[in-house]
């Protein structure tokens, strides 16, 4: 709901209209003048507002490739949470008394929306932020603090080192915020399922395991500002001195802050159980609602979202049949399902030549789409993309796969990371399919694409909204069968059974949140319906207990964009081209789902 429209009254505003007529000049602006200031004066208050919040974030800073408080960690305390909340708040009351919609150019007055929505949504998340937990398995600070040095902190210089080394100094109180509001939940009766306090007490254990913690390798952390120190053209009595306050700041911040967990770990999992559902949680219903809205950006109820995944599993289940056909295998589909996860000829040995393999047909898949985007995109990003496996200290908790984004100054490519603990999880049909979600075309294509938008505030281009970011990559998967690049039988029934991996999320996600199924409830529908190996599917389900709602969004987003290309083909006819309508997708960033549907309309009647 929009405020009455009123005139600007900032005083940069006023300066802008004043600009237009100056003394002894009696032009009056004209309406399309008025837009163009109107619309400038807005966008310039979308940056300074991005610029304050990245202020708040001297971490957000460093992912984005600046140096700038690069030896500064986030204040992540309760108080801080709640002072963005208030400035979120007091931004949207200000935008919509300042500016009027009416008087901005058709792009940002989408910008104006898309603000809305994102504050709206960001507070409505903040409502619940008591019932999302601190640290879980999937990616909370206890992993993503080392993670985040390594792979983000470059030490290019002395005073890159000495940064680094401040940060490590700083983790005692930064991982100490955190714990601080995981002890808040847990006493308002928010705790994690017993089966996770295991695997991240294991994660921070991993952490602070040897030198200069105790004898052995290096540990992670050290091992890394190790590595980077002895990389300076500088003379090694420096890099004594600095790897000296390196070892001091982990032994004194590092290892305590991490002592401290998981003393704090041991203590809540006394009182864990084995229920697992959001339904335990705190104003349960309402939450995992807002949950839902958060990640698929639509109004769909658990039980709508739990009966499309039902149709759907079906639907793909059909068509694999059809493949089973194809290859003369004889039997059930649930018997094929086991025959895919059992016979050697799916997976490359588990040894490091196996991962070697792997990394390389990884690798040739992504190179080879490189060399097709022509037919498929318009607008291609000029970031790089490069293969990388997850770094060992983290493997036993990180994804399978995932993509980490370019820096916008390019001096990081993007990076589509591969999970080799185990190489059996990672089946020879499946990496195709795997590759493009997560490289090209999908998400590299999308969110550097986004990243590198022109003449649109950073909170579209840098922002997201999952159901647009993973209902795209999803349908990504789809896009290359066009090509004819699913030529192996067993790697299209990869495709599909990506996509039923996805649809059976609907049904087990909401199963779990909303109707009390079990963990292994969950685990066992996985394995009569999907073809993923038993160890994939167990850390799957572990996942959407800990994320409740999130694995919804893949599905609705792909259903909603196959939806809008369909509709799109089916009144365009001869006139659809499938590189336009990629480019009404992807030019505007990533927006919610209903938006997406208005973009592609007007695009639609703009061809008619």
């Not at 603090?145 to 100094?169: K, T």
């Not at 016979?343 to 990884?362: H, I, K, L």
């Amino acid at each position: 709901m929009r405020s009455t429209k009123l005139l600007l009254t900032s005083v940069l505003s006023a300066g802008l209209l004043l600009s237009a007529c100056t003394p002894g000049d009696s032009k009056t602006p004209s309406k399309a003048e008025m837009v163009e200031n109107h619309s400038q004066a807005l966008n310039d208050w979308f940056e300074a507002r991005y610029n304050d919040e990245l202020a708040r974030s001297p971490m957000m800073q460093t992912y984005l490739g600046m140096k700038d408080n690069q030896d500064k960690l986030d204040d992540v305390s309760q108080l801080a949470d709640d002072e963005a909340a208030a400035l979120a708040t007091s931004w949207l009351e200000e935008m919509r008394r300042d500016f009027d919609i009416d008087r901005l150019d058709q792009q940002t007055a989408l910008s104006y929306r898309l603000f809305e929505f994102a504050i709206d949504d960001q507070l409505a998340s903040h409502k619940f932020a008591g019932n999302e937990y601190v640290f879980q398995h999937m990616g909370g600070p206890h992993s993503d603090f080392p993670s985040f040095m390594i792979n983000f902190h470059r030490v290019e210089s002395v005073e890159d080192a000495q940064g680094y080394i401040a940060r490590l100094n700083d983790a005692q109180r930064f991982l100490g915020q955190y714990a601080d509001k995981a002890q808040a939940q847990y006493q308002n009766g928010v705790v994690l399922p017993k089966f996770v306090y295991g695997k991240i007490s294991e994660a921070s254990r991993n952490v602070i395991s040897g030198a200069p913690f105790s004898e052995g390798e290096d540990s992670p952390l050290f091992a890394d500002i190790k590595g980077k120190i002895n990389a300076l053209s500088i003379d090694q009595a420096q890099k004594d001195a600095l790897l000296k306050e390196a070892e001091d700041a982990l032994l004194g911040s590092v290892q305590p802050a991490y002592l401290s967990l998981l003393n704090m770990f041991s203590k809540h999992a006394k009182t864990a159980t084995e229920d697992d559902g959001a339904w335990k949680l705190p104003n349960a219903d309402a939450y995992y609602a807002a949950r839902l809205r958060h990640y698929t950006t639509t109004d769909m109820t658990a039980e709508e979202i739990h009966e499309i995944g039902l149709k759907e599993v079906a639907r793909i289940q059909d068509e694999m049949r059809e493949i089973m056909k194809q290859v003369g295998f004889e039997g059930t589909l649930k018997e094929f399902f086991d025959f895919l996860r059992s016979d050697p000829q799916f997976v490359f040995s588990n040894d490091d030549a196996g991962r070697e393999s792997y990394m390389a047909e990884a690798t040739e898949i992504i190179n080879d789409m490189k060399g097709r985007l022509d037919s498929l995109f318009i607008t291609k990003p000029k970031a790089d993309i490069v293969v990388k496996r997850v770094e060992p200290f983290r493997e036993a908790t990180a994804f399978g796969a995932f993509y980490n984004r370019p820096a916008p100054d390019g001096s990081r490519p993007g990076t589509y990371y591969i999970n080799l603990k185990d190489v059996k999880e990672q089946p020879k049909y499946l990496m195709q399919a795997l590759a493009y979600h997560e490289g090209i075309p999908g998400h590299h294509m999308q969110i550097a694409i986004a990243q590198e938008l022109e003449g649109l505030p950073k909170f579209r281009t840098l922002g997201g909204h999952t159901s647009y970011i993973e209902g795209w990559a999803l349908y990504s998967e789809a896009v290359p069968k066009e090509l004819g690049l699913y030529t192996d039988p067993y790697k299209d029934f990869g495709r599909l059974s990506m996509e039923i991996f996805r649809a059976a999320r609907l049904v087990v996600d909401t199963g779990i949140h909303t109707k009390k199924w079990t963990r292994e409830e969950a685990v066992q529908y996985y394995l009569n319906n999907i073809p993923n190996p038993e160890g994939d599917v167990r850390a799957e389900i572990d996942r959407y207990i800990v994320w409740p709602g999130q694995a919804t969004a893949y599905k609705i987003g792909m259903l909603k964009i196959q939806e809008l290309r369909s509709d799109a083909e089916t009144r365009l006819g001869d006139k659809f081209d499938i590189r336009e309508f990629h480019d009404v997708i992807l030019a505007n960033g990533s927006v919610p789902l209903q938006v997406l549907e208005e973009l592609v309309n007007e695009w639609v009647k703009s061809k008619g």
